[in-house]
């Protein structure tokens, strides 16, 4: 790992086959404490590889049991790249990386077989840069596919898949060079970190080292990193007032919305719920809830179509309805201290409908689940 500097920079590049014009027309479905896209990042413990500075993929997992719908158009989902925030110990070398997704293993985890690999586009470089310091790209790293990679998510084992960077080995990092990802540290990775990750004790690592030849595991940390998609974001947050580990006010929408602790020995989380959409920035924004994850139901609705899939039933429980601003609406659900203990142990799951009533064009978002 290594700790943020002040004197990094910020630089926005499309890369690799998605035009900055495109690049405006997909959302980064990104697990992290914050919104990379619309909020200023205060979270960040380090920047990290999966493996230190062997060879290995970083791997962000969209796990069935935490979401799901995530790019659905119609039962196929279309995922058109990765994103990610490369960290760069040296901008004036030009860092090499491959961007992946993969199947999972049938007893979990991912698939490191060839036949495990949906797509791979290799050999891919951050941009020149004639500055001989320490910096930021930010990447959005396409798979030059009009359509998008499409897959059916029902066919896939346990209905999970990973989305990834491949770092080669570097023994240059981080003494003198080489590629590292923005990470979160959750409470459990027992590093020095004073920001990041605040889920309850006991929940599971987020994200995996997918490892060649030797066995891969799971890491204790969230990236700046996941799929492209054109289907709106849903993400829960959790709101512990006794934590500073955010670096701002706000909610944390990574591990602390989908495990927040309701115990009150001593936190008493408050949960809201965060959509996000490039796509229609303004559209009008529909908030149904459920007890657990139902069946996949697809039916038309409103006044225009309706893309993908509910989540939540039939007939969800109804909870807000507003209009996005600047492509975001948050939806307070319960402040810190009203959650009643008597949900531990119970999940609930949101999803909502993000509805361009400028073209009568509506979306459902992914769904989320949150485990009290």
């Known amino acids: ?104 293993l049938p007893g979990g985890g991912p698939d490191m077989s060839p036949v495990g690999e949906i797509v791979r586009i290799q050999n891919l470089s951050s941009p020149p840069s004639t500055a001989n310091q320490r910096g930021t790209w930010i990447l959005y790293d396409g798979f030059g596919l009009g359509g998008g990679v499409l897959f059916n998510f029902n066919q896939l084992p346990s209905n999970t898949f990973y989305a990834g960077v491949d770092l080669a080995a570097n023994p240059a990092w981080p003494a003198t060079d080489g590629h590292s990802l923005f990470r979160a540290d959750l409470l459990s990775a027992n590093t020095s970190a004073t ?33 492209l998609v054109t289907s709106p974001n849903l993400h829960v947050g959790g709101i512990d007032p006794l934590s500073s580990r955010l670096g701002a006010n706000g909610a944390n929408i990574g591990m602390n919305g989908l495990f927040p602790d309701v115990s009150g020995n001593p936190r008493s989380d408050g949960i809201m719920v965060r959509v996000t959409d490039t796509l229609a920035p303004g559209g009008l924004c529909f908030l149904g809830a459920s007890l657990g994850f139902r069946p996949p139901v697809f039916h038309f609705g409103l006044t225009g179509i309706l893309i993908g899939h509910s989540h939540i039933g039939t007939v969800p429980i109804p909870m807000e309805v507003g209009r996005l601003q600047a492509g975001v609406y948050e939806f307070g659900i319960a402040t810190p201290g009203t959650v009643p203990t008597f949900m531990i142990g119970q999940n609930l799951v949101f999803q909502a409908i993000v509805w361009d009533d400028t073209i009568t064009l509506a979306e459902w978002t992914n769904a989320q689940a949150v485990y009290f």
């Open 195 to 227: 920001l990041g990750e605040n889920e309850r004790l006991g929940a599971p690592n987020p994200t995996w080292a997918g490892k060649q030849g030797v066995p891969s595991f799971t890491t204790p940390w969230t990236y700046i990193l996941g799929p």
């Open 1 to 104: 790992m290594q700790p943020l500097k002040p004197s990094i920079t910020l630089t926005l590049v499309a890369a690799s086959a998605l035009s900055a014009a495109a690049s405006a027309q997909v959302n980064p479905f990104v697990f992290y404490p914050q919104d990379p896209e619309r909020q200023t990042v205060t979270c960040t413990s380090f920047v990290g590889r999966p493996d230190g500075n062997l060879a290995a993929e970083a791997l962000m997992e969209v796990n069935r049991d935490y979401f799901r719908g995530v790019g659905d158009s119609n039962g196929i989902v279309r995922v058109f790249g990765v994103y990610h925030w490369l960290a760069d110990e040296l901008l004036s070398t030009s860092e090499t990386y491959d961007i992946v997704l993969r199947d999972v």
